[in-house]
Structure formats: structure tokens, C-alpha cells
């Protein structure tokens, strides 16, 4: 799996920005679900202070965690309100399993990588209707943009949860090989009075 720390200047004042917005008065508890190297939150640690840090990562390395997080996200009752999914690909595994557990606001960073190199998951075709069709990947980069729309707009509604806000960064360069998100996720009002 292939990590894209190139130019990290956007993901780290995305990041910046919602730590600022959202969490300069409580403690902030990162789920790091992709942490390769870890250098976005070392970095951001030396200016933020972090409650606690949890590292994930598929592959074995020391000072980590081997654990698919899409797991851990798809059980109920993790404590952190800020969640980073800087996948090389796509984020929708994550985030379909974080979405029914939203207990309180959280702050979601996902990493969208362009689907011409790596092809359409089974998610983004689930959300398009296409289930386990195999799809060309010149047709796939067309598709991931209308996937977006649904996955982002559609989906935290049906779990009681909207986007309070929503940024994207751009790296900068005449071609960037990422989409980079950082979102605000609120409960809706009647579900915030319930609990």
C-alpha cells in the first residue's frame, strides 16, 4: 500500500483549520486509521495537544497498531472525536462503518485517491447501484465524482448525523493524485436532545 506524504502542506492546514474550529476548548482524542509513518500527527502533536493518539495500520511496524480499522470503526463505543482516514485510495469502507456509531460531534479527515490508478471500490459501486461489476478505470474516474455527492449527502442523514462542515484542500502542483477532506459531523438536534 502506497502512502502520498509528498507535499503534506494541505493535509496539515486542513487539519490545522478543524483543531482551531472544533477543538480548542476539549481534549482531543485522534483515531489515526491509516498511520503509515505517522508524520501528520507528530507534526500536528508539537502544536496541538493531544488527550490521546491511537494508531492504526494494516502493516506490522513498531510503535503500532496492526489493526484494520475499518473494524474498529464498525464497532460501537470508540471514545475519540477526531477520526483521519488518509487512505491511498478510497475512504468509504471507513467511513460506511463510522456513520452508525456517531455517538457525539466528531471531526472525520478522509483522503480521496483518484480512481484512474487504483479502480472503483465496492462500496462507491454499491452506492451507484452497480454492486460487482467490474468497471473499466478510465469509466471509474468519471463515476467517483457522482458516488461523492451520495456518500457524503445521503448517507450520515440515514444515521441521524449531517455535516455542520465541510473543507477541501488542494496540494498544490498542476496535478494532484488526492482529494483531501476535513468535515465537521453534528448529530441532528432530535437525536442530540434523546441523549
Request: glycine letters at 6%; a positive charge.
Amino acid at each position: 500500500m502506497k502512502t502520498d506524504n509528498t507535499s503534506p502542506a494541505a493535509k496539515l492546514e486542513l487539519r490545522r483549520y478543524f483543531l482551531r474550529a472544533y477543538h480548542a476548548t476539549e481534549p482531543i482524542h485522534v483515531l489515526d486509521c491509516c498511520q503509515a509513518t505517522g508524520f501528520l500527527w507528530r507534526t500536528l502533536r508539537k502544536e496541538f495537544p493531544l488527550a490521546s493518539y491511537w494508531g492504526l495500520d494494516l502493516k506490522p511496524k513498531k510503535g503500532r497498531l496492526k489493526l484494520d480499522s475499518v473494524r474498529v470503526l464498525a464497532q460501537p463505543g470508540w471514545p475519540q472525536n477526531v477520526v483521519d482516514v488518509d487512505t491511498y485510495g478510497s475512504p468509504w469502507k471507513h467511513w460506511s462503518a463510522l456513520l452508525p456509531h456517531i455517538t457525539k460531534p466528531l471531526t472525520v479527515f478522509l483522503t480521496i485517491g483518484h480512481a484512474h490508478r487504483l479502480g472503483i471500490d465496492s462500496v462507491t459501486l454499491e452506492t451507484l447501484g452497480l454492486g460487482a461489476l467490474k468497471i473499466p478505470p478510465a469509466i471509474a474516474l468519471q463515476l467517483q465524482p457522482l458516488a461523492l455527492r451520495h456518500l457524503l449527502g445521503s448517507d450520515p442523514s440515514r444515521y441521524g448525523v449531517r455535516i455542520h462542515e465541510a473543507k477541501e484542500a488542494t496540494s498544490p502542483g498542476p496535478i494532484s493524485n488526492a482529494r483531501y477532506l476535513g468535515l465537521r459531523l453534528e448529530l441532528e438536534s432530535k437525536l442530540e436532545s434523546k441523549l
